[in-house]
């Protein structure tokens, strides 16, 4: 049996669970200092650890390891780490809009996008999936 869903009923869902991920995302059990830190002392396998922890939050819209299903959420896996980063900043910066992607970047610190941006860098698109613009 197949199940179909509108597009309106995809985005009533996102709509629904965006912020529930965003409240997530914001229950850490490190403290907040106000600090950032540098990603220049971490070593690439401790940033890329935490940028797997932190794709749970993309992983509703672009799928497992950045690999989307839905024609409207583009495929993140396998897409040049910096591109990555300066789409992600746009989008919490407001330089570029999309309501959904504002509210979940709008936590994510520098660390956190050049982490996630580094994690969906390094996975690989499966040839079988049909890359999406993003």
Known sequence: MTYRCSRLGKYLVAALLV????WLSACSDAPQTGVEL????????????????????????HGPRGVS????????????????ARELMA???GTRENPL??????SL???DIQALSLYYSQQNLPLSVQDHAL
């Open 109 to 111: 610190s520098d660390r």
């Open 19 to 22: 912020p529930g991920i965003g």
């Open 101 to 106: 992607m504002s509210s979940v970047v709008k």
């Open 91 to 93: 989008f919490r910066e």
């Open 38 to 61: 540098s990603t220049k002392d971490e070593s690439p396998e401790v940033l890329l650890a935490h940028g797997r922890q932190q794709s749970r939050l993309c992983l509703g819209c």
């Open 69 to 84: 299903n839905v024609k409207s959420y583009p495929s993140l896996a396998g897409k040049p780490q910096e591109h990555l």
